[in-house]
């Protein structure tokens, strides 16, 4: 069966990102998980504009490319409760796979975020999931996507403000709060010695235990 992951920006370097970051879960099943660019899309979706012009072209994505589960591959969600009404196949949007993904691995989570205005998104969604209580905090490491996607530029600042949520909020677990930072997860878990996710990862995993156990809205 075949998973769908989009990156919603039209950033070639986070999709190639991406694609290494998937290759452990390629390994491990028979489903094809393919990944996509929105090459009509701005480079990176940082702003609350940014995720409204994407996400018409998120549900398009949906209608238009045949898949058996999709990822929506943003860290803001865009368009992923529209796309979920045009189809029974199961459709998982990272920042949502991401927080749930926590609840099992800890009491507290905190979110590396790539600016304020990203901050006040994630606030909204973990409020809507219900999640307030978990979270620990949420800090900005306040660069682009481009930067952060950009392990020799931000690896330092990602390390430092990880720490900060560690030390001083008291987080458990920790969320990579960008596609593009996935890369990185590894080295941050060894280094830093707690359980560090990778939003695209869990999303995709997402994807492949509903392929596995038939849980479209039609099965």
């Known amino acids: 069966m075949k998973i769908a992951v989009l990156n919603p920006n ?13 290759a452990p879960l390629r390994a491990v099943t028979a489903h094809e998980i393919t990944c ?3 090459s009509e899309a701005p480079l990176g979706i940082e702003t609350d504009d940014d995720v409204a012009q994407v996400a018409p072209m998120v549900v398009d994505f949906v209608r238009n490319t045949p898949a058996d589960a999709y990822v929506i591959a943003c860290f803001s969600d865009p368009g992923l409760a529209a796309a979920r009404a045009t189809t029974t196949k199961p ?11 926590t609840l099992v691995l800890g009491e507290s ?5 790539l600016g304020p205005s990203s901050i006040a998104r994630h606030k909204a ?10 979270l620990a905090g949420d800090r900005s490491i306040d660069m682009d996507v481009a930067e952060a996607n950009d392990a020799r530029h931000s690896r330092p600042t990602i390390t430092r403000v990880a720490q900060d949520l560690l030390e001083k909020d008291k ?3 920790l969320i990579l709060g960008c596609a593009g930072m996935g890369e990185q ?25 509903a392929l596995d156990l038939n849980y479209g809205k039609g099965a």
């Not at 989570?109 to 975020?113: E, L, N, W």
């Not at 969604?125 to 978990?134: N, V």
């Not at 080295?187 to 235990?209: E, F, M, R, T, W």
Request: hydrophobic share 50%; glycine share 10%; net charge negative.
């Open 10 to 22: 039209s950033s070639t370097a986070v999709t190639a990102s991406m694609e290494g970051c998937l």
């Open 125 to 134: 969604k973990i409020d809507a999931l219900g999640l307030t209580s978990r």
């Open 91 to 101: 459709i998982f949007g990272v920042a949502e796979s991401a927080y749930c993904a």
């Open 36 to 38: 996509y660019t929105l």
């Open 185 to 209: 997860r590894a080295g941050l878990q060894v280094g830093l010695g707690c359980i560090v996710i990778d939003p695209v990862q869990a999303a995709v995993s997402d994807a492949i235990n």
């Open 109 to 113: 989570f905190g979110v590396i975020s």
């Open 171 to 173: 987080a458990e677990v």
